[in-house]
């Protein structure tokens, strides 16, 4: 029979929360010394998968604690692990997958997508800032998309993103604000262009999905 242990559920909801502070994965992965990159990797592939954690937090702290090059790396392994699992996950249980781990609202709003293939407006999705690239891994495991296209689109669209975060942890790390501000300021501003206008780059988006769609119809 199972039985409440009222301190365990404690400390496995510390654990749980710390997930949000920056500076406590800070000192939770830099505990495990050597093992360190292996500990940040496997925390990168459980944002992808499961947990709702800011991927650009992790990325920050990648590049702070083990500088733009390495940092970088790291989370590409673990970002290209966790986004082929999430792909996998939805492949292999469909739906149950994705409604598991993606919200309703994003589901409806990239629904689109299921069904088709869409090389080119996925790789885009991947590039925009801000975009939740994590749920759009289980929203192109429900296409024909092949495993090998995935991979690379995903792998592609997420290196100007992963990069920009690891150069500010980097440059943090190293006290150069200025250079830290610049790159803030810049990936502020793209952030805040998609807020402002991510109604009218859904619309272009679908709006080209039909046009795409339309044009292949037209050729059969």
Not at 111 to 118: I, N, R, S
Not at 126 to 152: N, Q
Request: aromatic share 14%; with cysteine.
């Amino acid at each position: 029979m199972y039985h409440y242990d009222s301190q365990l559920w404690a400390q496995a909801g510390r654990i749980y929360n710390s997930l949000y502070s920056r500076y406590r994965l800070k000192r939770i992965l830099l505990s495990y010394g050597a093992y360190s990159p292996l500990a940040y990797i496997l925390l990168q592939i459980v944002q992808v998968i499961v947990a709702p954690i800011p991927g650009g937090a992790i990325e920050f702290l990648g590049g702070y604690l083990f500088g733009a090059n390495a940092g970088f790396i790291y989370s590409m392994i673990g970002l290209i692990i966790g986004a082929a699992g999430a792909f996998g996950l939805a492949r292999i249980f469909e739906r149950v997958a994705v409604e598991k781990f993606v919200s309703p609202q994003t589901r409806k709003k990239f629904d689109y997508l299921v069904g088709h293939e869409g090389v080119i407006l996925s790789f885009l999705l991947f590039l925009i800032p801000g975009f939740p690239k994590d749920a759009l891994c289980y929203i192109l495991g429900l296409t024909p998309m092949h495993w090998g296209i995935f991979l690379v689109i995903s792998t592609i669209g997420r290196i100007p993103g992963t990069l920009m975060a690891c150069l500010q942890g980097a440059k943090a790390f190293d006290h150069q604000y200025k250079t830290l501000i610049i790159l803030s300021g810049a990936s502020a501003l793209m952030l805040l262009a998609f807020y402002v206008y991510h109604d009218e780059i859904h619309h272009l988006i679908k709006k080209l999905k039909k046009t795409k769609g339309g044009v292949t119809d037209e050729g059969r």
